[in-house]
């Protein structure tokens, strides 16, 4: 919190009190306080005990520099006139604090989202001098939100009446010396010609598109960095659309809970619901979570980094998903009902109770479909006429998958790095320990530690490279001549024929119990797929086969999915008898259900439909739809 308050550079504080909260503690003895508002004395002891060295005065100031603890020390109250308290929330604190130039909130309702949204705008506009926009889908909503809710906390608060004028309207208030103008997103586009430091827009799910565009291009051609602040909150609606857009540039923070034996995790559905006794429970051991538990954690990035009040990492926005798995008036019963609610669709569970954007069954699998491919069988992985194939993704360490014609029976993940030891010391351990055996990796890591294994094993070590998807016949590549050790694949219709072939139940073997292969599915989860517009023509297209082209994305650690794929690569060449399937084609995609490999283990020709299939196809496509 100490270095929280030195960053934050508000005004309504002396500059000797920053002065002295950003000294450094050694041997800096502060006068004892006399005097401490009880609601700040409660929550500064729970989380800083340094702060007690301050005054009554300094602490107040201090405190008015961190807007969550501005609303303690004020007693706000909410549009309902009770107290706001962040014990039963845990997670709005960090989000309150939250004052980075770009935040997109993914949420879905019940959250208290509208309070915080109303105390921060006035918080920013009176507490950092700026002037805001906010934006509403509609005028009515102006009327509804900002006439209703927002007056009637406004009312309730002394501070803000303090801060605000007798003669506000509905659609401007006058916040100290600064403005914060409330617009709908459907009214005239005059209306975006006004000037901000700052645009908070509210609900984008269902604003005007166009709208809010405008707004961001006005915003953009600013001069200074400190007028270019927007906030984008809503629950989400599709993937690629709205808040999502925005979402999907930030740092990704979800919102991590721990289970009674330290399983620190996400949590998901339907993975983290227990169906049959309607509980919580623990994604890992099963272990029922408690309330308590479920509302508190910690806010981590995409990239497994602790929220500490700035983004960390090259992301242009900070993003928070909040779903109502953490709340604690929802119970598991409350979730099981929502899903199970036949007046409302999927599209709506995800939305409106999971805050999550909703993407269509066929462009994205559920990781309990994979979970489903779970076989109680014992892998014989030192059988002599069954080759292993390794998959490895570098990145993050490297994460494998081992399978042979039996099964895939191995996945893991090694980082450890020491001055004797590497992650790829253990694929050579896969490759000595089975005779025979293949690694395939992706072009992206430590090319030397990839060098180093194809000297020691040669003709058993492949790159393989990701390319564009091509009309090409051929979707995978072997390198020959100069080229040998390599292998290209169409990268998205390689990972369509995966997925597909993961809802095809059977056709993947995962050598185990289903909770050996909890976090192996859970990266399943995480990709979706999401339609490229293109301007080429259907069926004269080089890019997609019909026209339409396809792209597999992530919104989450998906690399046991890549170390699959390549180890399926691997083993269409080098073990050959998985998947002997011929001529399935799902023409809807145009992309045959499973690969075709020929009984000598070689990749067969794909048989591409024709243009005018294609065409009808498509034709019949949109008018069923
Ligand atoms: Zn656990």
Known sequence: MVKR???NKGKGSSDETKRRLSESHKGYKMPQSQYVPFVIKKQITMQERLLNDYTGKELV??????PHLWVLQNELVNESGQIIEFEKRAFLKAIYDDLSPKIAIEKPPQIGATVMNCLKAFYVAHELCKDLIYTLPTQSDVQDIVGGSFNRIIAQNAILQEWTHDHDTVEQKAVGKNLIRFRGTFSSKQATMVPSSGNIHDEVDSSDVEVLTLYQTRQEAQEKEENKWAWYFSHPSLVGHGVAIYYEKSDKKDFRITCDNGHEEIMEWPLSVDMMREVFICKICKTVLTDKQRINGRWINQDGIPWKGKIEGNYEFSGWHISQLHLYNKTAKDI??????PLKDKQFFYNYVLGLPFIGSDDRIEPKTVLMNCVDEVNDYYAKDDRVIIGCDTGHGIHYVLQNRQGVFLYGHETEITATKDPYDKIAHFLRTFEKSVAVFDQGG??????????????????????????????????????????RVDRNRQMTIMVEQMRDIGRYRLCGDREDWIEFASHFGYLYRE??????????SDRGLLGVEYEWKRNGPDHFCHALLYSDVGMQRFSGQKAKIFGTRNAMMGIPKAEMVSADGTVR????????MAQTVLLNWKNIK
């Open 5 to 7: 308050i030195a960053w």
């Open 61 to 66: 100031e201090a405190t008015n520099l961190v």
């Open 336 to 341: 099981i009902r929502a899903f199970n609610d």
């Open 446 to 487: 430590d090319l030397i530690g990839v060098r180093k294994l194809q000297a020691k094993f040669p003709g058993r070590v492949f790159l393989c490279f990701y390319r564009k998807d091509r009309k090409s016949d051929s979707y995978v590549d072997w390198g020959e001549g100069d080229e040998f050790g390599t292998v």
């Open 531 to 540: 339609q490229i517009e293109t301007d080429s023509k259907p069926g004269k």
């Open 605 to 612: 020709a794909m048989d591409v439909p024709s243009a005018d």
